[in-house]
């Protein structure tokens, strides 16, 4: 049974880029979210999707946006990216939503 | 704006010893809470705590949550060094956004 799945681990991109991040959920899981982890903090809630819609939003600028497919699998996309966009970013899947979550290993991301 | 703020930031103690991390929180119409361990990179799941009073317990390992304090901590006896990782605190509100706190990193050294 494979767990959260992640691609890519790591990631190098210039200032003004554009990325996108990948997760395919636990077997079984419908619901993901996903997360920004800064080194040396704990992880920052950036939004979840249900049912293929943005259920939940945290304090993120509009340059950060997702997506999720009929399979349940997502995407994040970030936008001009700043230098301040480097860090962690985990994916976490859940069986219907409010539930415990299963996390991915992540995707360090690096904006030189 | 909920928050979880979680003590000690760090800890370092001898394996054996036994160890206690707090959490506390400000989470509007809180519905549970989480704990999580983070070794690399990937949290893996510990407890999930709703009611009050109620102890959770796996192996070493167990945890209580106090609504009326608007706190948790998790116990870690006869530490190993395996236990060594970023223990991570959440909490759920009625709209099951989930908010991390800074987590207490744990040293056990042999």
């Known amino acids: 049974d494979a767990g959260v799945t992640q691609s890519p681990t790591h990631l190098i991109k210039t200032r003004g880029q554009q990325v996108t991040l990948r997760c395919s959920p636990k077997?079984?899981?419908?619901?993901v979210s996903w997360y920004q982890q800064a080194l040396g903090q704990g992880p920052q809630f950036i939004f979840q999707?249900?049912?293929?819609?943005?259920?939940q939003r945290g304090n993120f600028p509009d340059r950060f946006s997702g997506h999720q497919f009929p399979n349940y699998s997502s995407e994040l996309n970030v936008n001009a990216l700043l230098l301040g966009d480097s860090a962690l970013y985990l994916c976490?899947?859940?069986f219907g939503i409010g539930e415990k979550l299963f996390f991915g290993s992540g995707t360090q991301l690096s904006v030189l | 704006e909920d928050k979880v703020v979680q003590s000690p930031l760090s800890l370092v103690v001898h394996e054996g010893d036994t160890v206690t991390l707090n959490c506390s929180y400000e989470?509007?119409?809180?519905?549970?809470l989480l704990w999580y361990k983070q070794e690399k990179k990937a949290p893996t799941f510990l407890f999930m705590l709703?009611?009050?009073?109620i102890e959770k317990k796996s192996g070493r390992l167990s945890s209580i949550l106090d609504k009326k304090e608007l706190s948790s901590i998790l116990n870690i006896t006869a530490t190993q060094t395996g236990d060594s990782a970023i223990y991570l605190c959440?909490?759920?509100?009625?709209?099951?956004?989930?908010?991390f706190g800074g987590g207490t990193r744990l040293m056990v050294k042999p």
């Open positions: 976490a899947s859940s």
């Open positions: 077997s079984g899981h419908d619901t």
């Open positions: 999707y249900y049912e293929e819609e943005e259920r």
């Open positions: 989470v509007t119409n809180f519905r549970s």
């Open positions: 709703t009611s009050s009073g």
């Open positions: 959440a909490g759920y509100n009625a709209g099951n956004m989930l908010t």
